[in-house]
């Protein structure tokens, strides 16, 4: 329950695609903060996103929003190829306190040491919008590996494959086969699966390689291998064509830890398997709402002054590795960072 005391921290979305109801479920879910103001150049965007979701105000586009008022909170939701446009926008408008973006966070380090520049300068918190890192399940898991429980961390396999029709696999359809606004398999998929490795890992991949299977624009799917210091791997099938998948494991020489729904699990009972000689030790974690979770994590930024779970530096270095990954996969070589 909200206290006299407590602050309630203003949202604006910008962009309000799919993604974007997700973020405004979190505002209704709640009590710390409120969806104070949307915006999109799409009119009927608008229409079906204020059919579902209550917002005082909404503009057609971001400099209207900006004039307007002012917001703890932006929240980008729009098309990849833009993220590093509008985030340094928001940073240098002094409307703004932080910014939440949507993965990918953009489509290059460069452009990713420019949009976190933005937000040094301007005082600005911007933090990368992976809702997986602040689900209870992951944050168990990540305490498990820390403390030992699966002994010398060695690998890491997960996969992220959602098995769409291909002849709907077209880039007029949607953002995700569309080159030009930003998609791609290791854009919309592997991101999860790099950021999660390498957060496992506490580091940066030392090599790595790439394959795909190419679509209309886009790769459709990928198979990528990170090699990590002392030999230790993460070993990544992602694609918009295998059937659906979405687990994660993590092998030591004294344990594993399994997640059979490791990504989208809004609202599902989820596991976590902990693998010892032992025997299994089967951890269950009620359905809950991962944007919630992320959301009250950045109000909790804004309020005590800590550190954002994902840092700025962090996402540099992930679009490096995407950098890197887009690399391998038009060269067919190995790629050393």
């Known amino acids: 329950m909200t206290t006299e005391s407590q602050k309630v921290y203003r949202v604006a979305l910008v962009g309000t695609g799919g993604i974007a109801r997700g973020h405004a479920t979190a505002c ?12 999109d150049v799409s009119d009927e965007a608008l229409e079906r996103f204020t059919q579902q979701f209550a917002v005082p105000y909404v503009y057609s586009s971001l400099e209207e929003m900006l004039e307007a008022g002012e917001y703890d909170i932006a929240v980008i939701c729009v098309w990849g190829v833009l993220h590093a446009q ?7 408008s002094g409307r703004v306190r932080a910014v939440l973006c949507e993965k990918p966070f953009t489509q290059s380090e460069a452009e990713a040491r420019a949009f976190v520049a933005a937000g040094d300068e301007n005082d600005v918190l911007v933090a990368e919008a992976f809702k997986f890192r602040h689900h209870p399940m992951h944050l168990k898991a990540e305490e498990i590996v820390r403390q030992g429980g699966i002994g010398k961390l060695l690998n890491v396999r997960s996969t ?41 890992f506490g580091g940066e991949p030392e090599i790595v390689f790439a394959a795909q299977t190419k679509g209309v624009e886009v790769d459709d799917a990928a198979y990528i ?54 025997g299994v030790e089967v951890i269950e974690f009620p359905p809950t709402h991962q944007f919630t979770h992320q959301l009250e994590h950045l109000c909790d930024c804004l309020e005590n002054g800590q550190d954002h779970r994902i840092s700025p530096q962090n996402s540099i270095a992930q679009m490096r590795v995407l950098d890197a990954i887009a690399e391998s996969m038009q060269t067919g070589a190995a790629v050393r960072l």
């Not at 209704?28 to 915006?39: G, K, T």
């Open 225 to 278: 291998s990170l090699v990590f210091a002392g030999g230790r791997t993460a070993q990544i099938s992602v694609g918009f064509d295998g059937w659906p998948s979405q687990y994660a494991e993590i092998s030591g020489d004294g344990g594993l830890l399994r997640i059979a729904k490791a990504w989208n699990n809004e609202n599902q009972d989820v596991t976590l398997e902990h693998h010892t000689a032992a």
């Open 28 to 39: 209704e879910n709640s009590d710390r903060a409120e969806l104070a103001a949307v915006c």
């Open 86 to 92: 509008v985030g340094m926008q928001l940073a240098a």
């Open 160 to 200: 992220f494959c959602t098995n769409v029709a291909y002849e709907t696999r077209r880039p007029e359809y949607n953002w995700r086969w569309n080159r030009g606004q930003g998609g791609g398999a290791i854009y919309d998929l592997a991101c999860y699966n790099v950021h999660h490795a390498r957060n496992i």
